[in-house]
């Protein structure tokens, strides 16, 4: 009779020691220990990042004056990686709100639907919502007697391979890679990217009353100056004041408004909320998932004067 009781205990003994590896299935965390109260200040902070959370202690033990905000926000712009080292695929390369810098890579044979600007609207490709964006911007620009014309639209890996080569004959690699992407790296590869009337300095594209134009309005139709002055350190790229890029309405004017580039309003803004298990009901109408990406606080670190709106 003893031995059944004792086989009965051994078994739920067993059951007990594995609970705690249930308990952690599912959590956020990959650790099992308690976290301190510094991490749990951090992840209390709406754009931290679990996954992150040993970079963010990096960051924190080699600048232990800088606060929380700034921690969180300096890692989230990978300024703890050096650009071109432990390259990120990037995630979702068919979404408007892709980022592809020198942290974050397209695939070689990534290539994403285009449609032809067409006649007057220059050269090149688009995705078809980031093409119909720039038509209906250089119409408007039109009217105001601004001429916008694309230059180079959507340019493939290869492309820009034989691109980015091209300049290394003539120059040092350190100073191609302040204006010119590596192969993968490139916006233009997204089909959202496109140089309007120029792409080069000697342009002085800035002093046109189409830059002046752009800056005013680019935002009403998705777009923003993405390589912006004063900001090579986070983008990676000298000021280019004709390469323009698609983000969609509500981040754009979030960019231009703020002054901010991409980067700064990405690293700002708040974690998607967990997914739901809950089963949807089957009569209800499922709500369209939203384009644009939640409009973040004014990011509290890069900017100088607030911009005058
Ligand atoms: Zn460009």
């Not at 959590?27 to 902070?45: G, V």
Request: net charge negative.
């Amino acid at each position: 009779m003893k031995k059944p009781v004792f086989w009965l205990l051994l078994a739920a003994l067993c059951l007990f020691s594995l609970a705690p590896a249930w308990a952690a299935e599912g959590a956020p965390l990959p650790q099992e220990r308690e976290l301190t109260q510094w991490e749990m200040d951090c992840l209390a902070l709406p754009n931290s990042r679990p996954d992150r959370l040993d970079r963010y202690a990096a960051w924190a033990a080699k600048y232990p004056e800088a606060a929380l905000e700034t921690v969180v926000a300096q890692v989230n712009l990978d300024q703890d990686r050096t650009v071109y080292q432990d390259v990120q695929a990037a995630a979702d390369p068919d979404s408007t709100a892709v980022l592809v810098n020198k942290h974050y890579a397209l695939a070689q044979d990534y290539a994403p639907e285009l449609e032809a600007l067409g006649w007057p609207y220059g050269s090149g490709s688009l995705r078809p919502e980031a093409a119909r964006a720039f038509r209906a911007m250089a119409d408007a620009a039109r009217a105001e007697g601004i001429s916008l014309r694309s230059v180079s639209a959507y340019r493939s890996y290869q492309h820009q391979s034989t691109t980015y080569n091209r300049y290394l004959r003539y120059n040092r690699q350190a100073t191609v890679d302040t204006f010119s992407a590596r192969p993968g790296h490139s916006e233009h590869q997204t089909g959202l990217a496109l140089d309007i009337n120029a792409a080069n300095v000697a342009a002085r594209f800035e002093r046109t009353p189409a830059y002046v134009w752009l800056q005013a309005h680019c935002a009403e139709y998705g777009f923003i100056l993405r390589y912006m002055e004063g900001k090579e350190s986070i983008t990676g790229y000298r000021f280019e004041p004709w390469h323009y890029r698609y983000v969609g309405a509500e981040a754009a004017k979030a960019c231009m408004e703020q002054g901010i580039a991409y980067e700064e309003y990405l690293a700002l803004l708040p974690n998607p909320a967990p997914a739901q298990e809950e089963e949807p009901a089957p009569e209800a109408v499922p709500e369209p998932a939203p384009e644009v990406l939640p409009e973040p606080a004014p990011f509290p670190i890069f900017s100088g004067a607030p911009v005058e709106l």
